[in-house]
Nanobody, 125 residues
Framework: QVQLVESGGGLVQPGGSLRLSCAAS????????MGWYLQAPGKERELVAT????????YAESVQGRFTISRDNAKKNTVYQQMNNLKQDDKADYYC??????????????????WGQGTQVTVSS
């Protein structure tokens, strides 16, 4: 019912930058918070940043001052993450997340914690 599609991952040298994008689609009635999580090999998924529908952002301490999360002002169904001064420790799969109210086939509103398929970020010299 709701799909999240990420893009923008890739290989970058330490100190470089990447911009991740995530677009939500489907029978969406509203989206509350959206966010980014990372999962490094052999580790649990952890929060990177979130942003509310009112554009209030929250960051993990490890990315404060380096990453910036934002949402599309017009549609509010797209979230971005600008990642600057990337470090080797930032290497991980990054997943988009959204708190979504959507309408099912019977036009009944339902809640979903939606996840994207992930995009890989590799930081290496």
């Amino acid at each position: 019912q709701v799909q999240l599609v990420e893009s923008g991952g890739g290989l970058v040298q330490p100190g470089g930058s990447l911009r991740l994008s995530c677009a939500a689609s489907g029978r969406i009635f509203s989206i509350n918070a959206m966010g980014w999580y990372l999962q490094a090999p052999g580790k649990e998924r952890e929060l990177v940043a979130t942003i509310t529908s009112g554009d209030i952002a929250n960051y993990a301490e490890s990315v404060q001052g380096r990453f910036t999360i934002s949402r599309d002002n017009a549609k509010k169904n797209t979230v971005y993450q600008q990642m600057n001064n990337l470090k080797q420790d930032d290497k991980a799969d990054y997943y988009c997340n959204a708190d979504v109210v959507y309408e099912d086939a019977y036009l009944i509103r339902r809640y979903s914690m939606a996840w994207g398929q992930g995009t890989q970020v590799t930081v290496s010299s």
